[in-house]
């Protein structure tokens, strides 16, 4: 379809020829020949049947493309068009003119348009060049418009394929190491293996619920954290303590679906684990100055943990937060004494939760 035969556009395609008209009727009349009414009457129905006919221009124009065609052949084919187009609108002008010049008003019209009918194949092959070069500076437009919009969906589709793929290495990894505990407690404690296998399905069900939505509240997560908690305390007990500082206002800020999860698992396999003693894992959030903020922190030991620096864990939630967030989020990893900080930053999202 013509990209200007839409309402709003066509109105301006034709309003642009309003000006074209009036320069028109006064080259046809400045010799004298024409008196202004004969030429207004000649040229203004003309003007607006040529309005139409130069629109296949743009048929012409994406035929011959400037980048397949050589100059030479551009400009033959478009000088025939243009001169046979001219014939045409001319032939229009004559029957126009005969049809006035039996009438009483002007009569003796067709013998003075005779004298002029050579500025009309003119300005109509001018005007049909110039549309022409409007035909492919609009054909150009277009082109970009769709690269621009290809290269937009391209790009969604594949940030949207990279957070599939993070979400469902998040899964498998969380489910992995929960199997291992459970086997290890069939062995020592069947009556802590077996609760261990309701809350994990009970686990799994909340995160199969969440679907294809890339965003979740606050709350969800946190509720989706009590349950993955719940299992590793079967696990270690007392030894697993929790202390939780969740502002209220940051429970209804969107965020991505698992992006804690990952984070609180290493603090229990690479922190909690590790200590005889046990330790605490404590969990922050607090919106501010339209941001939000969260921070993860557990007790380790420095001598027989490495620095998580590489961890499958904290790289999946930084390719999740850049693929959601860009350059926006951030997070920061500060491992101190015996004080393992995560820090994350993001903008503080609300909207509709299933998107």
């Not at 397949?68 to 609108?89: C, G, K, M, P, Q």
């Not at 939000?292 to 943990?305: A, R």
Request: glycine fraction near 6%.
């Amino acid at each position: 379809m013509h990209p200007l035969l839409s309402r709003n556009r066509l109105g301006f395609y034709l309003l642009s020829w309003i000006p074209l008209a009036v320069i028109l009727v006064y080259v046809m009349a400045a010799g004298g020949i024409l008196s202004l009414l004969e030429s207004s009457i000649i040229v203004i129905p003309l003007c607006v049947l040529y309005a139409f006919i130069c629109l296949s221009a743009w048929y012409t124009a994406k035929s011959a493309s400037l980048k397949r065609e050589s100059a030479l052949r551009l400009i033959v084919i478009h000088s025939v068009a243009a001169a046979l187009v001219s014939y045409f609108w001319m032939g229009l002008g004559w029957v126009l003119v005969a049809a006035l010049s039996r009438t009483s008003t002007f009569q003796g019209l067709d013998h003075r348009f005779s004298r002029q009918a050579a500025i009309l194949f003119a300005a109509g092959y001018l005007l049909y060049l110039i549309s022409v070069a409007s035909q492919y500076v609009i054909i150009s437009l277009e082109a970009s418009r769709e690269a621009e919009a290809r290269a937009l969906e391209t790009s969604i589709l594949a940030r949207e394929a990279e957070l599939k793929a993070l979400k469902a290495q998040v899964n498998p990894h969380f489910l992995f190491n929960s199997l291992n505990s459970i086997n290890a407690l069939t062995s020592v404690d069947p009556a802590k293996a077996r609760e261990m296998c309701i809350l994990l399905s009970e686990f799994l069900r909340m995160t199969l619920g969440l679907g294809e939505r890339t965003v979740i509240p606050l709350s969800e997560e946190l509720a989706l954290l009590d349950r993955f908690l719940a299992i590793e305390k079967v696990r270690f007990g007392a030894r697993l303590r929790v202390e939780e500082n969740i502002q209220k206002e940051s429970k209804t800020v969107l965020v991505p679906p698992l992006v804690l999860q990952p984070l609180v698992e290493n603090a229990v396999v690479h922190g909690i684990a590790n200590l005889p003693e046990g330790g605490v894992i404590r969990l922050a959030s607090q919106c501010h100055d339209g941001r939000l903020s969260m921070t993860i922190e557990n007790t380790f030991d420095p001598e027989s943990t490495p620095v998580r620096r590489k961890g499958m864990g904290l790289s999946n939630v930084r390719s999740r937060l850049e693929c959601r967030y860009g350059t926006d989020a951030s997070m920061r990893v500060d491992p101190q004494a015996h004080q393992f900080r995560v820090e994350l930053s993001m903008p503080a999202e609300a909207g509709d939760a299933r998107n």
